[in-house]
Antibody
Framework: EVQLVESGGGLVKPGGSLRLSCAASGFTFSSYNMNWVRQTPGKGLEWVSSISSRSIYIYYADSVKGRFTVSRDNAKSSLFLQMNSLRAEDTAVYYC??????????WGQGTLVTVSS | QSVLTQPPSASGTPGQRVTISCSGSSSNIGSNTVNWFQQLPGTAPKLLIYTYNQRPSGVPDRFSGSKSGTSASLAISGLQSEDEADYYCAAWDDSLNGVVFGGGTKLTVL
């Protein structure tokens, strides 16, 4: 069974940092592009970052460029999002998603990040 | 303000056919594939339609997608109460070099 389990969310002050993790199981993690997508409570979806299967191609939304860093460890079937210089507008549920474009697309249940003083 | 434009809400009665539109531009829908995601209340989004009109296994054929120029549409026929959810379109944008989502459409089954 495919599973994506996010962790690392929580309450952080503006300007602070958090590192999100996504543990993958039930499939060959190293074969898939991975993504982070966030959703502000009660609002729509916003793409954050994508990383190709071997970390060759990495993309970021303009809203997080220079502050967030995506990485992966294929040996440990894990995806990460290092978030620095956090702002109130970064408050959202962060989803880890396998390949947004193919029928094998799959999303985790998300982890809540709250940026507040 | 989302790059892809969807109506904020749509509704229909059981058995009806409902269509949700997604309007973009030449840099996204006009030149790249469009996917649709369904988000049931309190759950994570799930892929509903990929490459304009393909359904992943397990998605009923009541759901269909289409594209014309810089717009795409999701059609749901034989509407059922369990179709009540938020629906999002998505595409890669060549100008932004990233993924763009529509603002989402909340479907209510009356």
């Amino acid at each position: 069974e495919v599973q994506l389990v996010e962790s690392g969310g929580g309450l952080v002050k503006p300007g602070g940092s958090l590192r999100l993790s996504c543990a993958a199981s039930g499939f060959t993690f190293s074969s898939y592009n991975m993504n982070w997508v966030r959703q502000t409570p009660g609002k729509g979806l916003e793409w954050v970052s994508s990383i190709s299967s071997r970390s060759i191609y990495i993309y970021y939304a303009d809203s997080v460029k220079g502050r967030f860093t995506v990485s992966r460890d294929n040996a440990k079937s894990s995806l990460f999002l290092q978030m620095n210089s956090l702002r109130a507008e970064d408050t959202a549920v962060y989803y880890c998603a396998r390949d947004l474009w193919q029928p094998e697309s799959y999303w985790g249940q998300g982890t809540l990040v709250t940026v507040s003083s | 303000q989302s790059v892809l434009t969807q109506p904020p809400s749509a509704s229909g009665t059981p058995g009806q056919r409902v269509t949700i539109s997604c309007s973009g531009s030449s840099s996204n829908i006009g030149s790249n594939t469009v996917n649709w995601f369904q988000q049931l209340p309190g759950t994570a989004p799930k892929l509903l339609i990929y490459t304009y009109n393909q359904r992943p296994s397990g998605v009923p054929d009541r759901f269909s997608g289409s594209k014309s120029g810089t717009s795409a549409s999701l059609a749901i026929s034989g509407l059922q109460s369990e179709d009540e959810a938020d629906y999002y379109c998505a595409a890669w944008d060549d100008s932004l070099n990233g993924v763009v989502f529509g603002g989402g459409t909340k479907l209510t089954v009356l």
